[in-house]
């Protein structure tokens, strides 16, 4: 059984940081690219950032670019997305995705004072 589950987001203040991470199980995830998306009230879902099946390549939203930082840990089956000098319009709820099109639950990030 395919499980994606996203973990660590929260309430943050402008110019916080979070580390959003992603616990997969049920298929071959050293051998999938993984992505972030996420989806903000009202909005579509969009991409965030993207990471090789390997981890040397990355690929970031113009949006997110410089701020945060995608990675994996193949041995530990999970991927990380790190969010620096966050903003309110970076408040949405946040997805892993495979690149097998299993999709996680989402974790909130809401970025206020």
């Known amino acids: 059984q395919v499980q994606l589950v996203e973990s660590g987001g929260g309430l943050v203040q402008p110019g916080g940081s979070l580390r959003l991470s992603c616990a997969a199980s049920?298929?071959?995830?050293?051998?999938?690219?993984m992505s972030w998306y996420r989806q903000a009230p009202g909005k579509e879902r969009e991409f965030v950032a993207a990471i090789s099946s390997a981890g040397g390549t990355t690929s970031y939203a113009d949006s997110v670019k410089g701020r945060f930082t995608i990675s994996r840990d193949n041995a530990m089956n999970t991927v990380y997305l790190q969010m620096n000098s966050l903003k309110p319009e970076d408040t949405a709820v946040y997805y892993c995705?495979?690149?097998?099109?299993?999709w996680g639950q989402g974790t909130q990030v809401t970025v206020s004072s």
């Open positions: 049920g298929f071959t995830f050293s051998s999938s690219v």
């Open positions: 995705r495979s690149s097998r099109g299993y």
